[in-house]
C-alpha cells in the first residue's frame, strides 16, 4: 500500500520561503513520476510540478522560476523548494506518485493527506 506524507509547510510572509517534503513507502519509488498539486480554496486542484524517477522535471508557468521540485530516491523522498512566496500561493499542497502518459502529461494515481501553506504579512 503506498503511502506518501507531507511535511513543512506553515506560515511564512510573502517573500520567503519554505521547502516541502513528501516520504513515500510501500512503493518501488524510483521507477514512478512524482508531482505537487495545490487547491487554494473555492478552486480547483491544480498541477504545480513533476518529475520523473530520471528527475526530468516540468513546472506550472506559475511558479516557473520561483519553485523546485527535486527528489532523492535513495531516501524515497520528493521535495518542493518555494522561493519568492506570493500571498496567491496560499494553499493546501499535496503530493503524489503518478505516471507520465503518452502524450507527456502527468496523470496522477496515489495522494498523501497535504500540508497548508500560508502566505501573509
Known amino acids: 500500500q503506498v503511502q506518501l506524507v507531507e511535511s513543512g509547510g506553515g506560515l511564512v510572509q510573502p517573500g520567503g520561503s519554505l521547502r516541502l517534503s513528501c516520504a513515500a513507502s510501500?512503493?518501488?519509488?524510483?521507477?514512478?513520476?512524482m508531482g505537487w498539486y495545490r487547491q487554494a480554496p473555492g478552486k480547483q486542484r491544480e498541477l504545480v510540478a513533476w518529475?520523473?524517477?530520471?528527475?526530468?522535471?516540468n513546472h506550472a508557468n506559475s511558479v516557473k522560476g520561483r519553485f523546485t521540485i527535486s527528489r532523492d530516491n535513495a531516501k524515497n523522498a520528493v521535495y518542493l523548494q518555494m522561493n519568492s512566496l506570493q500571498p496567491e500561493d496560499t494553499a493546501v499542497y499535496y503530493c503524489?506518485?503518478?505516471?507520465?502518459?503518452?502524450?507527456?502529461?502527468?496523470?496522477?494515481?496515489?495522494w498523501g493527506q497535504g500540508t497548508q501553506v500560508t502566505v501573509s504579512s
Open positions: 518529475i520523473t524517477g530520471t528527475g526530468s522535471t
Open positions: 503524489n506518485q503518478g505516471v507520465i502518459i503518452p502524450d507527456g502529461t502527468y496523470s496522477p494515481n496515489f
Open positions: 510501500g512503493t518501488i519509488f524510483s521507477i514512478y513520476a
